[in-house]
């Protein structure tokens, strides 16, 4: 272990870690849906294009071993930047292309399993850098960050293509087709700039993470321990507990992630409320922000000041009950742009606060052991496999049901979120990490 990598900040690389993580993430598998809209597609379609993106990041475990093998965790985040970097340019190059469509959905889906390897090697690096208390310490830092990349991307990148698209190019911002690639193209050569600046960043500031005591040697034995890792998670107690909360804490928000922005850009006689992407990302990126942030850090110090055990179910409830907001928006159609706010705000505010506990019951009662950054990883996975399903199906079922009964339709579905937050198992006390030989010890930094 180098003795300098103690003095570096956590808030030199933590923050931007898991916001460069998010960003990646979201412009993969959330703003790709709006460009799709835009570009003219369906609901249905949209919707199921870009969720069949989660895939790479819901198998990700797979590729847990593999990242111990070679070099360092750190090695692999700065790689994988690079590759994002570069490969959001070549989308920008690509649009256009006679048969652009399939060109950009192969270099999505391999962009999107760079992004999960990036998501494991961060991960890693977090959680093997940090003891438990300073993990504790930072986990609001760490979903404050994560949540400020959706805001920017789905916040400032979609207000910049409205903005381009009829500011700058002279376009209607209410016709969907071919006219919005000119601002698309900008879009993605700014995401790579910003993946690629970040790269640059962490090549200074990020720790190498530690590196596990048996890492493999070669490709057969990262096979058998990617075997030993699920053999090991499946004997740890309550596992299918831990398992069935991994994969509903979000299941509400699966099937809102894209369609509560399809309904704030549909038109009204859609059932939508006719915003243009300029507003849409005006509202997210600002007000949507702020209160994304106050609910990030003020919830990071309620689980802090009362830990995560007491406080699991009070989480579940700040994430899944404002939904309610988009329910409501859809029956009165409201035009007023302070209510459309209003609702925007609530619904990421208390989705800020809540956020922190499912991170943070990965760290300290799904991934301790032998394993940690495998098992983590088969966590996150399993998050993706929830977002993935819900949001291939959420386009299809909206067009079939309408706006108002399919929000009616999510508020039913935060029941089984609610039953396996309940149910959730704790056989680790909060702040500490169990040792292979099951005795509680820190996680060495």
Same mark, same amino acid.
């Given at each position: 272990?180098?003795?300098?990598?103690?003095?570096?900040?956590?808030?030199?690389?933590?923050?931007?870690?898991?916001?460069?993580?998010?960003?990646?993430?979201?412009?993969?598998?959330?703003?790709?849906?709006?460009?799709?809209?835009?570009?003219?597609?369906?609901?249905?379609r949209a919707?199921?294009? %870009?969720?069949?993106?989660?895939?790479?990041?819901?198998?990700?475990?797979?590729?847990?071993?593999?990242?111990?093998?070679?070099?360092?965790?750190?090695?692999?985040?700065?790689?994988?930047q690079?590759?994002?970097?570069?490969?959001?340019?070549?989308?920008?190059?690509?649009?256009?292309?006679?048969? /652009?469509?399939?060109?950009?959905?192969?270099?999505?889906?391999?962009? @999107?399993?760079?992004?999960?390897?990036?998501?494991?090697?961060?991960?890693? $690096?977090?959680?093997?850098?940090?003891?438990?208390?300073?993990?504790?310490?930072?986990?609001?830092?760490?979903?404050?960050?994560?949540?400020?990349?959706?805001?920017?991307?789905?916040g400032?990148?979609?207000?910049?293509?409205?903005?381009?698209?009829?500011?700058? !190019?002279?376009?209607?911002?209410?016709? !969907?087709g071919?006219?919005?690639?000119?601002?698309?193209?900008?879009?993605?050569?700014l995401?790579?700039?910003?993946?690629?600046?970040?790269?640059?960043?962490?090549?200074?500031?990020m720790?190498?993470?530690?590196?596990a005591?048996?890492?493999?040697?070669?490709?057969?034995?990262?096979?058998?321990?990617?075997?030993?890792?699920?053999?090991?998670?499946?004997?740890?107690?309550?596992?299918?507990?831990?398992?069935?909360?991994?994969?509903?804490?979000?299941? @509400?928000?699966?099937?809102?992630?894209?369609?509560?922005? #399809?309904?704030?850009?549909?038109?009204?006689?859609?059932?939508?409320?006719?915003?243009?992407?300029?507003?849409?990302?005006?509202?997210?990126?600002?007000?949507?922000?702020?209160?994304?942030?106050?609910? %990030?850090?003020?919830?990071?110090?309620?689980?802090?000041?009362r830990?995560?055990?007491?406080?699991l179910? $009070?989480?579940?409830?700040?994430?899944?009950?404002?939904?309610?907001?988009?329910?409501?928006?859809?029956?009165?159609?409201?035009? @007023?742009?302070?209510?459309?706010?209003?609702?925007?705000?609530?619904?990421?505010?208390? #989705?800020? #606060?809540?956020? $922190?506990?499912?991170?943070?019951?990965?760290?300290?009662?799904?991934?301790?052991?032998?394993?940690?950054?495998?098992?983590?990883?088969?966590?996150?996975?399993?998050?993706?496999?929830?977002?993935?399903?819900?949001?291939?199906?959420?386009?299809?079922?909206?067009?079939?049901?309408? /706006?108002?009964?399919?929000?009616? #339709?999510?508020?039913?579905?935060?029941?089984?979120?609610?039953?396996?937050?309940?149910?959730?198992?704790?056989?680790?006390?909060?702040?500490?990490?169990?040792?292979?030989?099951?005795?509680?010890?820190?996680?060495?930094?």
């Amino acid at each position: 272990m180098r003795t300098a990598e103690p003095s570096r900040s956590p808030l030199l690389w933590v923050p931007t870690g898991y916001f460069t993580m998010a960003l990646g993430y979201v412009m993969l598998t959330s703003v790709t849906a709006i460009m799709f809209k835009n570009l003219g597609m369906d609901n249905g379609r949209a919707a199921q294009y %870009s969720s069949l993106l989660i895939l790479a990041y819901t198998i990700k475990p797979l590729f847990a071993p593999f990242v111990e093998m070679y070099r360092t965790k750190k090695f692999f985040v700065l790689c994988a930047q690079v590759a994002i970097g570069l490969g959001f340019a070549g989308v920008g190059l690509a649009l256009g292309l006679p048969g /652009y469509m399939g060109i950009l959905m192969a270099v999505f889906f391999g962009l @999107s399993f760079i992004g999960a390897t990036q998501d494991i090697a961060s991960d890693g $690096v977090y959680v093997t850098s940090l003891d438990t208390r300073a993990q504790s310490l930072y986990c609001g830092i760490q979903s404050l960050s994560w949540n400020i990349g959706p805001i920017v991307a789905s916040g400032g990148m979609v207000f910049l293509s409205g903005y381009l698209h009829t500011q700058v !190019f002279g376009h209607d911002p209410k016709v !969907f087709g071919p006219d919005w690639i000119d601002a698309w193209r900008i879009i993605f050569f700014l995401a790579a700039g910003i993946t690629l600046l970040m790269a640059v960043w962490h090549l200074r500031f990020m720790p190498e993470g530690a590196r596990a005591a048996d890492t493999p040697s070669s490709v057969g034995d990262a096979g058998r321990i990617l075997l030993d890792a699920f053999v090991t998670l499946f004997q740890k107690r309550g596992v299918w507990r831990m398992i069935a909360f991994a994969f509903l804490f979000r299941l @509400s928000i699966g099937f809102l992630e894209k369609i509560g922005p #399809f309904f704030m850009v549909d038109p009204v006689s859609k059932g939508g409320l006719g915003l243009s992407n300029e507003m849409l990302g005006l509202i997210y990126g600002t007000y949507g922000l702020a209160a994304v942030l106050l609910g %990030s850090l003020l919830g990071g110090w309620y689980v802090a000041k009362r830990g995560l055990k007491s406080t699991l179910f $009070v989480l579940c409830c700040a994430v899944n009950i404002p939904n309610v907001t988009f329910l409501i928006m859809s029956i009165y159609l409201p035009s @007023s742009l302070f209510a459309i706010t209003a609702g925007v705000v609530i619904e990421k505010f208390f #989705f800020g #606060f809540g956020a $922190v506990g499912f991170m943070i019951y990965l760290m300290q009662q799904l991934a301790p052991g032998k394993y940690t950054t495998t098992h983590y990883a088969f966590g996150t996975g399993l998050m993706g496999l929830c977002g993935m399903v819900t949001g291939i199906v959420s386009g299809h079922l909206q067009e079939m049901m309408g /706006y108002v009964s399919y929000f009616v #339709f999510v508020m039913v579905a935060t029941i089984p979120s609610f039953l396996a937050t309940w149910y959730a198992p704790f056989h680790h006390d909060d702040g500490s990490a169990p040792s292979a030989d099951g005795q509680a010890k820190a996680v060495p930094a």
